[in-house]
């Protein structure tokens, strides 16, 4: 059965970084492309960055653009998510998705939990 496991998440001050890695089992990330998603009460999930399958395109959501960076690690098995300048508006739960099957941008057959990010001043 194929999960992804989110880790990396806590609590951390406005301006501060956190570095988020999602890890799978019984599924290889090289063969797929990948996102982060992030959740946060009251508001829809938000696609906030993707990576193609051999890293070269990298897109962002415009929130977060300039200050999160998506990268993979093919050698671990997995997926990062290095996130900088934190406000208290990128408060939520973190999740990780795999394996593109449809045109939505969350047409993805694979879901982590999630990893809860809490930023305050």
């Known amino acids: 059965q194929v999960q992804l496991v989110e880790s990396g998440g806590g609590s951390v001050q406005t301006g501060g970084s956190l570095r988020l890695s999602c890890t799978a089992s019984?599924?290889?990330?090289?063969?797929?492309?990948m996102a982060w998603f992030r959740q946060a009460p009251g508001k829809e999930r938000e696609k906030v960055a993707s990576?193609?399958?051999?890293?070269?395109?990298?897109n962002y959501a415009n929130t977060v653009r300039g200050r999160f960076t998506i990268s993979r690690d093919d050698a671990k098995n997995t997926l990062f998510l290095q996130m900088g300048t934190l406000k208290a508006e990128d408060t939520g739960t973190y999740i990780c998705?795999?394996?593109?099957?449809?045109?939505?941008?969350?047409?993805?057959?694979?879901w982590g939990r999630g990893t809860q990010v809490t930023v305050s001043s």
């Open positions: 998705a795999a394996k593109i099957f449809g045109p939505r941008p969350d047409d993805y057959s694979y």
């Open positions: 019984e599924f290889d990330l090289t063969r797929e492309p």
């Open positions: 990576i193609t399958i051999d890293g070269a395109i990298k």
